[in-house]
């Protein structure tokens, strides 16, 4: 079945170095993404989005890059801080006017200070 | 605003029992969610309510009901507790559509089932 999922499931990034982490979906009719962070334990929080007419995003310190030829989003986070450590997940809005979004399993971001 | 809330925050509940999570926002969004997380899975959606009054299923809506109380409120309840539905259960609330809108989740309910 289709489904939206991530290349790494964990990763380590240098303090103050830039973190990139990917994710993968298979539906070319998605046409909204959006990342959330998960700190240990709490809800997901909402970090930036991207609908399928855009290709990147720039909010603070985070770009996400959306490659529709290959199906491909990616989050960007630069200047990695420790308060960045969390799981990162993607998910998309398959339908339009569908009322439900598909999450991806996450990565888990880890900052060495 | 206090955003979306969730109670309890942790419960232990033996084979069979029942119990009810609730869920709130004061955002005055239209629709509701009901998700479960497991270890190494991604959020699988429950029960979902896009207005006040309809309550649709969602991926995983065995063994599990839910009441859209009022705009502000959306409970879930287990019936007949099972070892399968120890889990991580988040409430999730949206102004629009899933489509244009953000989710915006609750802290989460811890739940074992022994």
């Known amino acids: 079945g289709e489904s939206v999922g991530l290349h790494l499931p964990t990763l380590s990034v240098q303090e103050g170095d830039n973190s990139i982490i990917n994710c993968a979906y298979s539906?070319?009719?998605?046409?909204?993404f959006i990342w959330y962070k998960q700190e240990s334990g709490k809800g997901p929080q909402f970090i930036i989005d991207i609908r399928s007419n855009m290709d990147k995003r720039q909010g603070q310190r985070v770009t996400v890059l959306l490659n529709k030829t290959v199906k491909h989003l990616s989050l960007q986070i630069a200047a990695t801080q420790p308060g960045d450590s969390a799981v990162y997940f993607c998910?998309?809005?398959?339908?339009?006017?569908?009322?439900?979004?598909?999450f991806g399993t996450g990565t888990r971001l880890t900052i060495i200070p | 605003n206090a955003g979306v809330t969730q109670t309890p925050k942790f419960q232990v509940l033996k084979t069979g029992q029942s119990m009810t999570l609730q869920c709130a926002q004061d955002?005055?969004?239209?629709?509701m969610y009901w998700y479960r997380q497991d270890p190494g899975m991604g959020l699988r959606l429950i029960y979902y309510?896009?207005?006040?009054?309809?309550?649709d299923k969602g991926e995983v809506p065995n063994g599990y009901n839910v009441s859209r109380l009022n705009k502000r409120e959306f409970s879930l309840r287990l019936e007949s507790a099972a070892p399968s539905q120890t889990s991580v259960y988040f409430c999730?609330?949206?102004?629009?559509?899933?489509?244009?809108?953000?989710?915006?989740f609750g802290p989460g309910t811890r739940l074992t089932v022994l």
């Open positions: 539906n070319s009719a998605s046409d909204y």
């Open positions: 998910a998309e809005n398959r339908d339009f006017g569908n009322e439900k979004l598909t």
């Open positions: 955002m005055n969004h239209n629709s």
């Open positions: 309510s896009a207005s006040e009054g309809t309550t």
């Open positions: 999730a609330s949206i102004r629009g559509q899933a489509n244009t809108d953000t989710q915006y």
